[in-house]
């Protein structure tokens, strides 16, 4: 699988649109657009999350994404039946980067694939578990890495 952007590139920094309003973005999710999809995928979830914060920090997370999906539009609405959990700003939807002011940190992005229509988590699952469900079932995945820095 490959994951892709037009709105970000791997490694590279992250537009301050895309930025948590607090760090002076509009809070504007990326794009994403996958390909290479493996044989038997139903549905994809798809998760940002920042390893470099203290305790790591949930910035996306959406599944049950149709599998006739192929990515998500910059701030555009998300799929029919897919759904988003709340970030770790405790919000539902996009919490763009908003680091502290300091080190860049990295932001990854990951699309997995998924062998069944709904991922088998209850409405109201904390993202970390969504992620390690969709990571435990995927057919395959594919990420991507970029960079934000508070100025």
């Known amino acids: 699988m490959e994951l892709r952007s037009s709105s970000l590139a791997d490694g590279a920094p992250i537009d301050r649109r895309h930025a948590w309003p ?20 139903a549905s994809f979830a798809v998760a940002c999350y920042d390893p ?60 997995y694939a998924l062998p069944a229509a709904h991922l088998p988590v209850p409405a109201g699952t904390d993202p970390g578990e969504v992620s390690r469900v969709a990571t435990a079932r995927a057919l395959g995945a594919a990420s991507l890495t970029a960079t934000f820095r508070r100025s």
């Open 52 to 111: 470099d914060a203290p305790r790591g920090w949930w910035h996306w997370t959406v599944y049950d994404i149709p599998a006739a999906a192929a990515g998500i539009p910059e701030g555009g609405p998300l799929p029919d039946g897919a759904v988003e959990t709340r970030n770790s700003f405790r919000a539902a939807g996009w919490g763009g980067p908003c680091p502290p002011a300091g080190k860049p940190h990295r932001y990854v992005f990951t699309v």
């Open 22 to 41: 607090d760090c002076g973005g509009a809070n504007v999710s990326p794009d994403l657009a996958w390909t290479g999809v493996p044989p038997g995928t």
